[in-house]
């Protein structure tokens, strides 16, 4: 079945695949997140105007996903945490399932000679981002240029998101049309790229993207081979070159790592503590964006040493969902996922790039949270090498209205989708001039857009507290109730509490900061070794 609305089409799949890796503002409290929220659910919604058919199993399961994932946020510890996506993953966030679940049903009706240009987009955003990756190791004063933007993970603002991103485009790459010399050009560029990243993922990742898109693709031997040969010389090249490059340059951090448990070791922890926290709240969970109040919850002062209570999610796709969405939600899940899997190990070689994408996307997920660009796209590429719409182009079964019905309601959801992220983005734009310039009353109008943001919050009243220090009348206590209601609104944020006892000692309140500690660690024990290092930190004692 034709799209209805082939321009907006076109344009949705263009944010989704161009747009969204790529875009960054430095001109909002988050560089790489806020101008990616908001790419995201419109590009999602425009995919759905164009209104292409609709394979009603994923529908339905995909419709289960979402429908938990809403309940989850509804009941969770902190639903403010879970509304809206984040770039570093923390549970994704309802706007990220939401838009995943319209990708993968939209996916699997997309038009063939849209894909094959899809496909054709992805490779050169893939060429950009590894540019930019090679920028920052090869010419740091060159991608710093663009001011209060670390550049170390491209334009995805993390390495590990970069090479899984970069992967998924060799995938492209090597099952594409292009003449072979040209393929295997952009192949060791590429490799290299990610390579530069000095993360584990730079061996692992292409290597599964590129072996998946050339068994499907059957690309016979020759083509396998060469391809092999350039990757690896590539990346002997990069390990080579270690002592020519600029200085901090971590060459051999890839090839390192396999022999270093450094991150490895507490991870075993936050498993640990992920499954104490699904078995307190089975059903629903803790909501997304929670996972780091059940770590904190569930460990005790001795299990997490100060440097690593920062940990955001856990490392683990079925233990982040369980913790995040609980057995429903796991169980959505893994159908969702399973039903798209299967469909796709059915699909035709000329998809084998969009298989070996998702191969790549996939492996990255099952250890990394949910993330704002990569989920999206690996929820769209299931979609695509899922394409089961009925082939005969016959109008859908549904009655009419009904239909509309649902599209109807569909693009609401996604309307409200794109407003929540707009007033996220303009408070973002307030909070940064805010952070910058100290300039309270900008602080006060992200506050007022985005009522929940607490990160404006806390900056105002720490802000406030200065102020107070420095002898203003009446800035303690405005700073005081700041923060305070913060707390009340925000009451399982693990973060809050501290701010008000930084708070607190700046007004020279060092009671008030330690109650507030001491709370901290009545509803996050394992948060222990970190308030121990407060100077008005209370006795802290292990269990």
């Not at 695949?17 to 919604?45: E, N, Q, S």
């Not at 990220?96 to 496909?119: E, F, K, N, Q, Y």
């Not at 790459?173 to 072979?180: I, K, Q």
Request: aromatic share 6%; hydrophobic share 50%; proline share 6%.
């Amino acid at each position: 079945m034709d799209a209805r609305r082939p321009t907006c089409l076109e344009l949705g799949l263009f944010l989704i695949v161009v747009v969204l890796p790529l875009a960054i503002t430095p001109f909002t409290k988050g560089p790489f997140a806020d101008a990616k929220t908001l790419a995201l659910p419109i590009g999602a919604l425009l995919l759905w105007l164009g209104g292409v058919g609709i394979d009603r199993g994923l529908a339905w399961a995909a419709a289960a996903w979402a429908g938990v994932t809403i309940a989850a946020t509804a009941t969770g510890v902190d639903p403010a945490a879970g509304l809206v996506a984040t770039a570093s993953g923390a549970g994704g966030g309802t706007a990220l399932t939401i838009c995943c679940a319209v990708l993968l049903v939209s996916g699997a009706g997309l038009p063939r000679d849209l894909v094959a240009r899809a496909r054709g987009w992805l490779v050169w955003t893939g060429v950009a981002v590894s540019a930019v990756l090679l920028a920052y190791r090869l010419a740091p004063s060159v991608a710093d240029a663009i001011p209060k933007v670390n550049l170390i993970g491209a334009t995805l603002g993390n390495q590990l998101f970069a090479a899984a991103f970069v992967a998924a485009a060799m995938a492209a790459v090597a099952a594409g049309d292009e003449p072979r010399r040209r393929r295997l050009v952009l192949l060791a560029f590429m490799t290299v790229a990610v390579t530069s990243t000095g993360e584990r993922s730079s061996l692992i990742l292409p290597l599964v993207a590129l072996a998946v898109a050339w068994w499907r693709a059957r690309s016979g031997w020759r083509a396998t081979l060469s391809g092999t040969l350039v990757v690896l010389a590539a990346f002997a090249a990069w390990q080579a070159a270690g002592p020519l490059l600029p200085e901090g340059t971590d060459a051999g951090g890839s090839l390192q790592q396999f022999g270093s448990t450094a991150s490895d070791t507490p991870r075993f922890t936050v498993w640990r503590a992920g499954a104490r926290a699904v078995a307190d709240r089975p059903v629903l969970g803790w909501g997304p964006g929670a996972t780091q109040a059940a770590y904190l919850h569930e460990t005790s002062p001795d299990e997490v040493p100060a440097q690593q209570r920062g940990w955001r999610d856990a490392h683990n796709l079925l233990i982040e969902v369980g913790v995040t969405t609980g057995i429903l939600g796991v169980a959505s899940v893994l159908a969702l996922l399973g039903i798209a899997a299967v469909r796709a190990l059915r699909s035709p070689p000329s998809d084998a790039w969009v298989v070996g994408a998702a191969a790549a996307l996939a492996a990255y997920s099952v250890v990394e949270p949910l993330n704002l660009v990569l989920t999206p796209l690996l929820f769209l590429m299931l979609g695509v090498a899922s394409h089961t719409v009925d082939p005969s182009g016959a109008p859908e079964r549904e009655p009419a209205v009904r239909t509309r019905l649902l599209r109807a309601a569909v693009a609401g959801t996604l309307g409200v989708t794109v407003a929540v992220a707009a007033l996220s983005f303009a408070a973002s734009t307030f909070e940064r001039q805010g952070y910058d310039y100290g300039d309270e009353t900008a602080l006060r109008t992200a506050l007022r857009l985005q009522p929940w943001r607490l990160s404006a919050r806390q900056e105002l009243a720490i802000q406030l507290a200065t102020r107070a220090r420095a002898g203003v009348d009446g800035a303690a206590e405005d700073a005081a109730g700041t923060i305070a209601a913060g707390v009340r609104a925000r009451p399982w944020d693990p973060n809050v509490r501290l701010t008000a006892a930084q708070v607190a000692t700046l007004v020279n309140d060092p009671e008030a900061a330690r109650a507030w500690l001491q709370d901290q660690l009545e509803r996050f024990p394992g948060d222990g070794a970190w308030v121990s290092q407060n100077a008005n930190a209370p006795t802290v004692t292990g269990s």
